[in-house]
């Protein structure tokens, strides 16, 4: 079993050649999953791979079945969305995001947990939706996912990709953000008590997140998420990275 498999997909538009994904977030997150040992698992799906409950929704709804397969052969699944790079190398995924799932973990708690059935919680996500844009503490971003290999969580990962086909929900399928309200209406409702709404949004993702980067601007201004990745390919903060990589021996990623 895999202790740790961060994993990503691009599809559409993101899985051309020499864009923004393979140029600026790849090699990133390859670097930063070989310094400290994951695996990184990037799926790239053409519409040939596509199956027909794939074709009848947005391409959103692709990572509810990737975080199923992958899930599979680990302990722990952190899934990103195609536009999240690790920022700071320096933090491990089980030192700063695998506590966060014992539910004794007194960090955002604002009661005591009485559920003694599970001691860990199945899911981490973090509050806010749509980066810096919205706020509100009953809303959470699904772009960055932290996932325990268990019974509890493959349950609502099924349940999730379940959503579009329940009566009622099937305009989760494509209005925007499609997955994200599945998951809203369809999944955590009936597992709240087994998914943590991490309310420091900034160490799990967000535009200044000091863990995990999600750029969030494609969906209005693609050419300002280009820059803001090139910015951070370039930042001094990777090239204290790629010296990271280089004092412990690795075959750091790029240049």
């Known amino acids: 079993m895999i202790p740790i498999k961060v994993c990503q997909f691009v599809a559409g538009d993101y899985n051309k050649p020499n864009n923004w994904f393979s140029k600026y977030v790849e090699p990133v997150n390859r670097m930063y999953c070989e310094t400290h040992g994951y695996e990184y698992a990037v799926d790239r799906i053409s519409e040939e791979d596509l199956s027909p409950k794939d074709r009848e929704r947005g391409l959103h709804w692709l990572k509810v079945p990737l975080m199923r397969k992958h899930l599979k052969d680990c302990t722990f699944l952190l899934y990103l969305d195609a536009d999240c790079v690790f920022y700071n190398h320096l933090f491990r995924v089980e030192e700063e995001l695998v506590p966060l799932l014992e539910r004794n973990n007194p960090v955002q708690r604002d009661k005591p947990y009485t559920d003694t059935t599970m001691p860990h919680f199945s899911m981490l996500v973090a509050a806010d939706m749509l980066s810096e844009s919205i706020r509100g503490e009953s809303l959470f971003n699904s772009g960055v996912c932290l996932v325990h290999n268990n019974a509890v969580a493959h349950r609502i990962l099924e349940r999730w990709n379940n959503t579009t086909d329940i009566p ?13 309200m599945g998951f809203m209406y369809g999944a955590y409702p009936y597992n709240r008590s087994d998914v943590r709404v991490l309310k420091d949004y900034y160490l799990l993702q967000g535009r200044w997140g000091y863990f995990i980067r999600h750029v969030c601007l494609y969906i209005t201004k693609p050419e300002r998420r280009d820059h803001e990745f090139e910015n951070l390919f370039h930042s001094p903060m990777m090239q204290r990275n790629r010296e990271l990589s280089r004092n412990r021996g690795l075959a750091y990623a790029f240049a």
Do not use: I, M, S
């Open 168 to 180: 009622g929900l099937e305009f989760t399928k494509h209005e925007h953000p499609n997955d994200q």
